[in-house]
Nanobody
Framework: QVQLVESGGGLVQAGGSLRLSCTAS????????LGWYRQAPGKERELVAS???????NYADSVKGRFTISRDNAKTTVYLQMNSLKPEDTAVYYC????????????????WGQGTQVTVTV
């Protein structure tokens, strides 16, 4: 019933920008914390950015100042604006959402999207 669908990934040169979108269905969107994770080849999955239902945001140190997470509850969509992209940002990016007792901000989201590939070239 719950579905998260990402879009906006692609290929971009270093220094460029992309905006990822994730549209949710099957949840009361405005009550859930949301976030973006990424997993690069050979590396562990990491939390990139999160946003609570109260619009409090947090970022990984590696993306702070370059990425911005936002949400539009009316559109049931969470965004990740990625600027000044680096080759190190290359990864599969996953949208995630809170469950009843499992939260993105704790590193334990319940709901996941399928992922979208972001590739940054030199």
């Amino acid at each position: 019933q719950v579905q998260l669908v990402e879009s906006g990934g692609g290929l971009v040169q270093a220094g460029g920008s992309l905006r990822l979108s994730c549209t949710a269905s099957g949840i009361v969107f405005g009550l859930n914390g949301l976030g973006w994770y990424r997993q690069a080849p050979g590396k562990e999955r990491e939390l990139v950015a999160s946003i609570t239902r109260g619009y409090i945001t947090n970022y990984a140190d590696s993306v702070k100042g370059r990425f911005t997470i936002s949400r539009d509850n009316a559109k049931t969509t969470v965004y990740l604006q990625m600027n000044s992209l680096k080759p190190e940002d290359t990864a599969v990016y996953y949208c995630a959402a809170d469950g009843r007792f499992s939260r993105v901000v704790d590193g334990t989201p319940t709901y996941w999207g399928q992922g979208t590939q972001v590739t940054v070239t030199v």
